[in-house]
């Protein structure tokens, strides 16, 4: 469900806030905010009216504890600015935020005291077009619903292979921390094998094999035109672990190939996992998607 984040602009600001960069907000609101979850910008001033209106929108990334274990601080995935604000007031009547109101609160009128609240699907609709822009369907929620695991990875792919890979590499995290459907999407794919040491993922309670993905940074750091899957191995958790926190770990490029050294593993050349290998896989192995 969308959001609204309280930020001024036109007067001070006793947080520390960097607009469209990052949220910083005290900690009773935690609950109320999730990486993943899409925003409006909200500029609210109870003595002058022309200063409440809606300005801009964007996409949760990480969220942070700060030091004083006061506040927290929200980093944007993505945050753009409208190119024209959009006034609280529904020009068909009553308050924007008042529409559909019964899905989130029992109060037509919007709590407007709240810096971080909820807001529906319609009203937030209706602010984009207001502001002029058109509504599509939420990306991350198209690719984790693909019934295809290789359309999945297609999407995400296409979604994302413009990004620099900075932008990238906090977008196919954020799929990899909110959900399974990347991890799925391979698993279905390649099998619930670790594609370091090889080990088969453990059967969880629901008969499902479990295992994991890593996002390899360093790679996709040296080379912008690379697929964002190429990016994605599936481990398991001691592999996993151990690449996070191992003392002895080397992971180097070598091209179509990953190379990996594990403390416990001497070298293991991998794959990397483009549409084309993943289309192989699916090939030799008969996979019925």
């Not at 409440?52 to 990480?62: A, E, K, P, Q, V």
């Not at 994605?232 to 070598?254: K, Q």
């Amino acid at each position: 469900m969308p959001i609204i984040l309280s930020q001024r602009v036109d007067t001070g600001s006793d947080y520390n806030d960097v607009p469209f960069v990052v949220y910083h907000f005290p900690k009773r609101y935690r609950r109320q905010i999730n990486p993943g979850d899409l925003f409006l910008y909200y500029q609210g001033n109870r003595v002058k009216k022309e200063q409440r209106y809606y300005f801009g929108t964007g996409i949760i990334g990480r969220i942070e504890l700060c030091e004083d274990g006061e506040h927290y601080n929200a980093w944007f995935l993505e945050a753009k600015q409208f190119t024209r604000r959009v006034p609280i007031y529904n020009p068909a009547g009553g308050y924007y935020e008042s529409l559909d109101y019964t899905s989130i609160r029992k109060s037509e009128t919007p709590p407007w005291q709240n810096s971080i609240r909820p807001v529906s699907e319609s009203a937030f609709s209706a602010i984009l077009a207001a502001a002029g822009l058109q509504r599509t369907d939420d990306r991350y929620g198209v690719i984790e619903n693909a019934e295809n695991p290789l359309q999945a990875i297609r999407l995400l792919n296409e979604t994302y292979k413009e990004c620099s890979p900075q932008k990238r590499d906090r977008m196919v995290s954020l799929h990899i921390e909110r959900g399974t459907r990347i991890t799925s999407s391979l698993k279905k794919l390649l099998g619930p094998f670790c594609q370091i040491c090889g080990a088969e993922g453990f059967v969880k309670h629901n008969g499902d094999r479990y295992i994991e993905a890593h996002h390899l940074v360093q790679i996709a750091l040296s080379a912008s035109s690379s697929l964002c899957s190429d990016n994605v191995i599936l481990v398991c958790p001691n592999c996993h672990r151990e690449l996070h926190y191992g003392r002895d770990v080397e992971v180097a490029d070598r091209g179509d190939e990953i190379l990996i050294s594990l403390g416990n593993v001497r070298e293991r050349l991998i794959r990397k996992n483009t549409v084309e290998y993943l289309e192989d896989c699916l090939i030799n192995n008969a996979t019925v998607i």
